[in-house]
Structures are given as structure tokens and as C-alpha cells.
């Protein structure tokens, strides 16, 4: 019998979790537009269940133009207003406000680095801590589970899968060499 992780085996039910688990959760994302999208996720889970982010992932993504991090950190009042209005996302003024923010702080980002992905790797490795700290005084509504959460579910941080699950042998081969210190 296959041994996952005590989240999937406490619901077996749940092919929304079941699926993240097995094919996104941990594996280190490649572009600066996934890696966007992740956080907005995450930042939008924050007082929710995970679950009700998974159901909503493919309206977040329509909602917000599949992520494309140069069209959101350009949004008007108008598409807040448009945001704040869409059902089938999580309609939090914050969490919208905090997107558009994040988006423009990614290009400011790039000035320096060439891309969210570049900063990122260039601060790997960091504590949970020094990362929660930096993100804080880098991004707008981003506490130190969401960061946690971020890093963990995008490959930046250990502790996505445990060592017994099949998932972690399969993120950990895709995981660069000098991210797997």
C-alpha cells in the first residue's frame, strides 16, 4: 500500500486536495507568472480553507488574466471594481488590492533582478524567518503563514511532502542541485 502524506490519508475523499498533492504541491514552479499566481492563491487563502481556493483556481484564473503580472500591476479602479464584483473568486478589497500591489512590486523586482523567479533564487536559502521578514518588507499581505505556505507549495522551502510519500522522491529529482541543501 502507498504511504501519502497524513493530509491526503485524512481526506480520501477530496480529489481537489488529492490532485494538488500529487501534481503541484512542492515542485518548484518555473515562471515568474506561476510563481505569481501561487502567491495571489495563497494570500487568498488566508482565513479560508485551501479547498474552497482549489475550487475557485480556474475563476482566479480567468478573473485575473491567467496571472500575466504586467496586465495586473497596470488594473484601474475599474477592475477592482470588476474584481470586487466577480463571484466566483474571493471578493476581499485587501486581497485584490494586495494582487495589483504585488504585481507592481514583481516589476520593480525584475528592474533588479531580471525576474521574481531570480529574486527569489537569489535569496534561497533563507530560515522561514529571514524569508517571512523579507517578504514583509518586499510584498503587502504577506504574514508568516503565507509566506510559509508559498515557499513550501512552490519548492523554496522543505516540508511539503513527507519522506515516505511517493510525491517527495518525484519533487525532490525535480528540485535543482543547489536548492536541495
Not at 27 to 40: A, H, M, T, Y
Not at 141 to 158: A, D, H, K, P, R
Amino acid at each position: 500500500m502507498t504511504t501519502y502524506c497524513d493530509y491526503c490519508n485524512t481526506h480520501p475523499e477530496d480529489t481537489f486536495n488529492k490532485n494538488y498533492h500529487d501534481t503541484q504541491y512542492g515542485f518548484p514552479l518555473k515562471s515568474d507568472n506561476e510563481l505569481f499566481e501561487r502567491l495571489v492563491l495563497e494570500i487568498n487563502q488566508a482565513g479560508l480553507s485551501w479547498i474552497t481556493i482549489l475550487k475557485k483556481a480556474d475563476n482566479f484564473r480567468t478573473a485575473y488574466e491567467y496571472f500575466e503580472i504586467e496586465k495586473i500591476a497596470n488594473y484601474t479602479e475599474q477592475d477592482r471594481a470588476r474584481l470586487l464584483a466577480d463571484a466566483g473568486i474571493i471578493r476581499n478589497r485587501l486581497k485584490i488590492n494586495a494582487a495589483i500591489v504585488n504585481a507592481q512590486k514583481i516589476l520593480e523586482l525584475r528592474k533588479e533582478f531580471g525576474s521574481f523567479k531570480n529574486w527569489l533564487d537569489t535569496n534561497h536559502p533563507l530560515t522561514k524567518e529571514e524569508w517571512t521578514k523579507l517578504f514583509k518588507k518586499t510584498f503587502v499581505f504577506t504574514g508568516g503563514e503565507i509566506v510559509n505556505e508559498f515557499l513550501m507549495s512552490s519548492g523554496y522551502l522543505q516540508g511539503a511532502h513527507q519522506a515516505d510519500c511517493p510525491i517527495y522522491k518525484q519533487v525532490a529529482s525535480l528540485r535543482p542541485a543547489w536548492m536541495r541543501k
